[in-house]
T-cell receptor, first 107, second 114 residues
């Protein structure tokens, strides 16, 4: 089993839609989690940190389920500018990135 | 912008050659991590430097080596380049280690090996 597995995508959604991505992780010792977004051919940028059961920042909500070892990212009212690849990163001594989930928001 | 810079932006090398990539960390950050990102994949951890010492390494062969300098800038060296080394190389800095701390990435160096 891979250390981090993400929904394979791509997700193609219309503007205004709500979309959710899931990420499962194998290291039960992971204490904190990050979601990064990466635009095409650019570096990853930190989107959200999750240190407890979840976090909310505007249209973005991250939820953590430690028992099932998964973390989700919910995006409400999708914007064209949300189009990117979203990377899930559980921590546990070093950052292990998932392969990413690509989101494409269409007009 | 994160304040992390990398050079060069792009590089083309021939198989068997050696390459050095450079990274300047964000002010106040003493930890630098290097990642390799192949097309369509997430970044893969190469190694991390904390206060000039290697502080963790991923599954990369010894021909990948690094340095960190007293000003916390860093170099990644790759010897005997192979075609599969073609990738985006990302440097990230953080105030203290990779385990619990958010990392801030530079724009990357795109290496092509022919």
């Amino acid at each position: 089993r891979k250390e981090v597995e993400q929904d394979p995508g791509p997700f193609n959604v219309p503007e205004g839609a709500t979309v959710a991505f899931n990420c499962t992780y194998s290291n039960s010792a992971s204490q904190s989690f990050f979601w990064y977004r990466q635009d095409c051919r650019k570096e990853p940028k930190l989107l959200m940190s999750v240190y407890s059961s979840g976090n909310e920042d505007g249209r973005f909500t991250a939820q953590l389920n430690r028992a099932s070892q998964y973390i989700s990212l919910l995006i409400r009212d999708s914007k064209l500018s949300d189009s990117a690849t979203y990377l899930c990163v559980p921590t546990g001594g070093k950052l292990i990135f998932g392969q990413g989930t690509e989101l494409s928001v269409k007009p | 912008e994160t304040g992390v810079t990398q050079s060069p932006t792009h590089l083309i090398k021939t198989r068997g050659q050696q390459v050095t990539l450079r990274c300047s960390s964000q002010s106040g950050h003493n930890t630098v991590s290097w990642y390799q990102q192949a097309l369509g994949q997430g970044p893969q951890f190469i190694f991390q430097y904390y206060r000039e010492e290697e502080n963790g390494r991923g599954n990369f062969p010894p021909r990948f080596s690094g340095l960190q300098f007293p000003n916390y800038s860093s170099e990644l060296n790759v010897n005997a380049l192979e075609l599969d080394d073609s990738a985006l190389y990302l440097c990230a800095s953080s105030p203290a280690g990779a385990g619990a701390s958010e990392q801030y990435f530079g724009p990357g160096t795109r290496l092509t090996v022919t």
